[in-house]
């Protein structure tokens, strides 16, 4: 059974993607196929990866050619969306630890959630699939709430969940979650396996780092 010294939360609220779950694979397969469909050249692996942490939509801006401004884009960004919902599983998966450091928290009568930029239905399915009852409230983008670094999506979760800003966590992979977690007030633990290097996520400001999953619990 890991420590539990270093990390005393009563709630943990988890990004999605590159924090929980290994997902650019999925997500790169799908914004080629797009693009691809639409006459539009593919990208790498790495352009994807670092257009992702703002949403799909933002994902989509940025691979394609003038970005909104481009007369396909809608159609590019409704081709993403339908191949993405069909093909989310396809290869991504928890990284290594995960469902353990879950479990663990959960034993340990912690208040779990995910506040994703991801597109509800999606942050829902994948959620359900993977992690169960593991997680208690999945929050995704929706029109009708503020998508992070907004702290509106952690606060809907705190809400659900009946739970104390005072003792919650955020973590996440990436700087939009560092932000998040300063807009909602709470400490940000970040994580190295996910987006981002541990460079990039020092120069925006985060401090607190773990380098496996059953570190946080």
């Given at each position: ?175 939009v979650d560092v932000m998040t977690a ?36």
């Amino acid at each position: 059974m890991p420590p539990h010294a270093q990390f005393n939360f009563d709630t943990y609220i988890f990004d999605l993607d590159g924090t929980l779950l290994s997902t650019l694979g999925d997500l790169a397969a799908s914004c080629n196929y797009a693009l691809k469909t639409n006459g539009f050249p593919e990208r790498t692996v790495d352009e994807v990866r670092r257009f992702v942490g703002n949403g799909i939509k933002k994902l989509m801006e940025r691979a394609i050619p003038d970005g909104l401004e481009n007369e396909k884009f809608e159609q590019v960004f409704a081709d993403f969306r339908k191949h993405y919902m069909m093909h989310n599983l396809d290869t991504t998966q928890p990284y290594p630890g995960v469902m353990e450091m879950l479990q663990e928290l959960k034993d340990r009568g912690k208040n779990i959630a995910v506040v994703s930029n991801k597109f509800y239905a999606a942050t829902q399915a994948l959620c359900r699939h993977f992690f169960g009852d593991l997680v208690d409230v999945a929050i995704g983008e929706r029109e009708d709430i503020q998508k992070k670094p907004a702290p509106d999506t952690v606060n809907e979760a705190l809400r659900q969940m009946n739970a104390d800003r005072e003792s919650a966590v955020y973590i996440g992979d990436s700087d939009v979650d560092v932000m998040t977690a300063k807009n909602s007030g709470m400490p940000c633990i970040s994580v190295l396996w996910g987006f981002r290097d541990l460079e990039f996520l020092i120069a925006h400001d985060a401090r607190i780092f773990v380098t496996s999953p059953l570190q946080i619990c």
